[in-house]
């Protein structure tokens, strides 16, 4: 997927570009500044002394020296004042600078840290929210794909927004679902007895066929419905959007909604059947019918299920914010 939300550390990240969130200076004094430079070893820290300052939201280019990269980003975020310095734009412009760099480096492949998050005081959730737009935007200007992770070191440093409302959704659902499993028959035999077989015509007038049996299997399979494929060309049409509009909304590559279009072997995973009913804005029963067509469904025995069936019913179909409640929850994402 164009956007993945990963934990880990960054200096570990095999990609073409890491973006370090640095000070004026370069100096590599701490956070993950210090980690990068410790990592990259001592070369890193000798071209660093011959850089002139940064400014916040400039940035400055250095290899990759020991680190699984080809290159270095470095930037300089705001700190944060309360919000009232412009501290907002200038983090968008760090995350947007970098981008724009990379993409003049030939990068396809980037790592951000949650910039400013760490010393520089800015609310992580706020940080976040900030980086996953300005990702976005860049995103939907480029034709080529570029793979862009956005490093979050601890799941639980942060809060997304609707946790509260998401939290209550998932808790009493999962009760509802429970009380519905425990509930036995009052007669405890009548659990363990085997039921009795009813007789043929008894069986048929409480079952009737809706219709004749199938003369032949070459007749029954003249009666199947849609592909995926065929089904997401006809919502994409019926939306007004666009196929380019539609798979980057969906946090989709254009190589994986080519093979969806080209590949008749090729079946997606719920999570990019999912993307794309995010993508379409389709309803709850929009969305199982989408799901029907590669023989999957939405459960409350599954988290994930749940955490997209709640954004559904909310009417929030940023996929975004939804990745990001998928991933502090520890679900996979939606988009491939």
Same mark, same amino acid.
């Given at each position: 997927m164009p956007l993945s939300i990963v934990h880990g550390d960054i200096t570990q990240m095999r990609v073409d570009v890491i973006v370090n969130p640095t000070d004026s200076r370069f100096s590599g004094s701490g956070g993950v500044d210090q980690a990068v430079h410790q990592a990259a070893g001592s070369g890193l820290a000798q071209e660093c002394r011959q850089r002139k300052a940064l400014r916040p939201s400039e940035i400055g280019v250095t290899g990759g020296y020991d680190l699984p990269c080809k290159y270095i980003i470095h930037t300089v975020g705001p700190v944060w004042k309360g919000?009232?310095?412009?501290?907002?734009? $200038?983090?968008?412009?760090?995350?947007?600078?970098?981008?724009?760099?990379?993409?003049?480096?030939?990068?396809?492949?980037?790592?951000? =840290?949650?910039?400013?998050?760490? &010393?520089?005081?800015?609310?992580?959730?706020?940080?976040?929210?900030?980086?996953? /737009?300005?990702?976005?935007?860049?995103? +939907? $200007?480029?034709? /080529?794909?570029?793979?862009?992770?956005?490093?979050?070191?601890?799941r639980n440093a942060y809060r997304v927004s609707r946790r509260g409302e998401l939290e209550r959704f998932l808790n009493a659902t999962r009760k509802a679902t429970l009380e519905k499993g425990m509930a036995m028959p009052e007669d405890r035999s009548r659990r363990i007895a085997m =039921?009795?077989?009813?007789? =043929? @015509?008894?069986?048929?007038? @409480?079952?009737?066929?809706?219709? *004749?049996? *199938?003369?032949?299997?070459?007749? %029954?399979l003249k009666k199947q419905d849609d592909s995926f494929a065929v089904t997401l060309l006809k919502l994409i049409d019926q939306k007004r959007m666009t196929d !380019?509009?539609?798979?980057?909304?969906? +946090? !989709?590559?254009?190589? &994986?909604? %080519?093979?969806?279009? +080209?590949?008749?072997?090729?079946k997606p995973s719920k999570p990019t059947v999912l993307a794309f009913a995010i993508a379409l804005e389709l309803t709850l029963p929009e969305t199982e019918d989408l799901l029907r067509t590669v023989g999957f469904s939405l459960s409350h025995s599954s988290t994930f299920d749940m955490i997209i069936e709640f954004y559904i019913r909310q009417g929030v179909y940023d996929i975004y914010e939804i990745n990001a409640a998928l991933y502090q929850f520890d679900q996979m994402c939606l988009g491939c």
């Open positions: 919000g009232w310095a412009n501290e907002q734009a $200038l983090l968008r412009s760090c995350y947007l600078n970098a981008l724009f760099r990379a993409a003049e480096l030939g990068a396809e492949s980037v790592a951000f =840290p949650l910039i400013s998050a760490g &010393t520089f005081g800015f609310p992580k959730d706020r940080v976040l929210c900030v980086a996953a /737009e300005a990702i976005r935007d860049f995103l +939907n $200007l480029r034709d /080529e794909d570029m793979q862009v992770f956005l490093c979050v070191y601890d =039921p009795k077989m009813a007789e =043929p @015509a008894a069986y048929e007038e @409480a079952m009737p066929w809706e219709a *004749p049996a *199938p003369r032949s299997l070459e007749d %029954w !380019v509009q539609c798979y980057k909304r969906a +946090n !989709v590559s254009k190589k &994986t909604f %080519w093979k969806i279009n +080209n590949d008749p072997k090729y």
